[in-house]
């Protein structure tokens, strides 16, 4: 069972199924340590949840004010269950819900200010990652990437990218990013 920290939806709970054995949603506390390294939250912000699996992460950011959250998610019992939980909440007006794989979703035509990703840990996805988004027409050299690894898992980041904050929760590797400005 997860529960949503703060914001309008702040005690809201909801299941996530034992029986998957991909799914691995962010812990209370490591969403608590992403949003506080975050800062403030905008409520005008344009978010992604990226890997969106049970949408914990751009839920959280719903519920803190987010004007908009695109969750992208390849698994479609995982796309039918978040769009029944948005239903429920009465949130589908601010969100979409996108059944794609998420390198492969050419996003949205509005810039996104942050990108939630969770891949699946250790399967070396960071270099792919960084370098769709460096592409991605949706980002800009203001969009934060939240990144959550493994807590083991080293990273090197490419020139093109700033660390802005790392961190090591429980079991994950926090990392929020920022494309450089060009010049």
């Not at 998957?20 to 969403?31: C, D, H, N």
């Not at 269950?81 to 969100?95: G, P, V």
């Not at 492969?104 to 990108?115: A, F, K, L, S, T």
């Amino acid at each position: 069972m997860l529960k949503i920290i703060a914001g309008r939806h702040k005690g809201r709970t909801f299941t996530v199924p034992s029986t998957s054995e991909t799914l691995r949603p962010t812990l209370g506390r490591v969403r608590q340590r992403i949003f506080d390294l975050l800062g403030p939250f905008p409520s005008s912000s344009w978010v992604m949840d990226g890997f969106s699996g049970t949408g914990a992460l751009g839920l959280e950011a719903l519920s803190r004010g987010a004007a908009f959250v695109v969750f992208v998610e390849k698994d479609p019992l995982e796309v039918q269950r978040l769009r029944k939980r948005l239903a429920a909440w009465q949130e589908t007006s601010c969100a979409l819900v996108v059944a794609s794989d998420f390198f492969i979703y050419p996003g949205p035509e509005h810039p996104i200010d942050i990108v939630f990703l969770d891949p699946p840990y250790r399967k070396d996805m960071f270099r792919r990652l960084l370098k769709h988004l460096s592409r991605a027409l949706w980002t800009t050299s203001k969009t934060r990437v939240v990144l959550e690894l493994a807590r083991d898992e080293k990273v090197t980041l490419p020139p093109e990218w700033i660390l802005l904050k790392e961190r090591v929760v429980g079991p994950s590797h926090l990392l929020i990013l920022q494309k450089k400005q060009e010049e």
